[in-house]
């Protein structure tokens, strides 16, 4: 089995050639005449970050030969991160060339500059206004489906006009092979945003979902549960989440993740998300009616049971029970006796999700529950306050770095927990995260 750390760097080797490969293809065949140091390393820096843009569509596009090794939460906090790096390579092309050559300022006049510059300042404000928005979008009070389709807009927007002026003022593009592979390559990247929003939703469209029942829980929290309508659904391992079209078609430009809170050994190939109400989308789920047809796209995510360990301690917070049930439900229908501990958080003691079904899954498990409440009713003896190092000590047997966790709630639960099991010396392959925030 490849170890942990030597997948990453496979990983990264291999995204590192995709950004240098059409950097490298430059150097062949002819080359122009030689210019300054500082010249040719600012069109490396645009060229590599052009690049990165374009890889962008195809992290985002859920190719499961992508996710599968990550899972899709990661690749997309990857895809934002990744965006800093782009921008900060767009703009130092610029930059340089403006510190070296002084006159080159007369091009920022997007009126009188020629349009080969004007693509480049449509790109560069296009990528600026995309993360704007990305970092600041419940600031600007945007909704999610507002700032998706805008995020994609600009996306386009950003990518196209950088390849309309990388070939319009492309020194190195004279020749005509470089040029065929680099607008082969431009025109990879782009048809990936129509196989994502046309192809795959024409699939989706051929195996809908009815909803056949709808069940309100505790903690604001409703649970669809969703039957194949003339297909026989899909496999899907406990953990993993799908994308919910929920009204609408598939060719919607949203759709949202949620995990999978049913059992994976459902024999009808029904599946159930159970959704809290958090948005303005989440608000409305519990007014879904009964027989109301609905698309998914999945399954998808890595934070699954599987690797070697003595113990699975699964750690949720708020909504963060929704993955965890869908494990512990798995487990008790395949009459699975491994020991597993299950640390909840929640506010209160009547906010805790699935309570009396946690309850009972103690008798089909060796199941132990930790609940951790912030704010106890009068008598309560359990866990007060934030899981920390003192409870796991307290409710886990030592070695710790023996188990296996699980983490998945509010971000800064999750960092918090993080950071605590890094001090307990127990190593990253032994923790998994879910994250829901996509955008």
């Known amino acids: 089995m490849i170890s942990f750390a030597l997948r990453n760097i496979l990983w990264l080797i291999i995204y590192l050639f ?11 065949g002819s080359l122009p005449p030689a210019r300054s140091f500082w010249t040719e390393l600012s069109i490396a820096l645009g060229y590599s970050g052009l690049a990165i843009m374009g890889l962008q569509f195809g992290l985002t596009s859920r190719f499961r030969w992508v996710t599968k090794p990550w899972g899709e939460d990661v ?9 800093f790096i782009a921008l900060g390579l767009v703009l130092a092309h610029p930059l340089i060339l403006f510190v070296i050559r002084p006159e080159l300022l007369a091009l920022l006049n997007f009126i009188a500059a020629p349009w080969r510059a004007r693509l480049a300042a449509i790109s560069t404000y296009s990528l600026i206004a995309l993360i704007i928005m990305a970092l600041w979008r419940v600031k600007l009070k945007l909704s999610y489906e507002a700032w998706h389709l805008t995020h994609i807009i600009l996306a386009v927007a950003a990518v196209a ?20 592979l680099w607008c082969a390559l431009a025109l990879f990247w782009l048809t990936l945003l129509p196989y994502v929003r046309i192809v795959k939703p024409l699939f989706m469209l051929r195996r809908p979902y009815r909803v056949a029942q709808v069940k309100v829980e505790r903690g604001d929290t409703t649970t669809l549960v969703m039957k194949p309508e003339g297909h026989q659904g899909f496999r899907f391992t406990p953990g993993q989440f799908g994308w919910l079209t929920l009204w609408g078609s598939p060719f919607q430009i949203t759709g949202h993740p949620f995990s999978f809170s049913s059992s994976a050994e459902a024999s009808d190939g029904s599946v159930e998300m159970s959704i809290r109400k958090l948005g303005d989308f989440t608000a409305n789920v519990s007014r879904v009616a009964v027989g109301q047809r609905v698309y998914i796209d999945g399954p998808y995510g890595a934070f699954t049971i599987g690797n070697p360990a003595d113990m699975h301690v ?69 866990e007060v306050g934030y899981i920390d190092a003192g409870l796991f000590k307290r409710h886990l047997p030592p070695p710790f770095d023996m188990h296996e966790y699980f983490i998945c709630g509010p971000h800064m639960m999750m960092d918090a927990i993080e950071q605590t099991l890094a001090q307990m010396h127990v190593p990253m392959s032994k923790y998994h995260t879910e994250r829901y925030n996509f955008a």
Do not use: C, N
């Open 314 to 382: 699964l750690i949720a917070g708020g909504v963060g029970i929704t993955p965890m049930m869908s494990i512990l439900r798995t487990l008790a229908d395949r009459g699975d006796k491994r020991p597993v501990v299950l640390i909840y958080g929640s506010k209160d003691w009547e906010s805790i999700t699935f309570r009396e079904e946690l309850d009972a899954l103690q008798a089909r498990l060796d199941l132990k529950l930790v609940y951790v409440l912030t704010r106890p009713h009068e008598g309560w003896t359990g």
């Open 18 to 28: 995709f950004i240098l490969a059409p950097l490298f293809v430059l150097l062949f």
């Open 161 to 180: 006009a950088g390849i309309l002026h990388m070939v319009a003022w492309g020194v190195y593009l004279v020749d005509p092979v470089k040029k065929a």
């Open 75 to 83: 690749i997309y906090h990857f895809h934002r991160k990744i965006s």
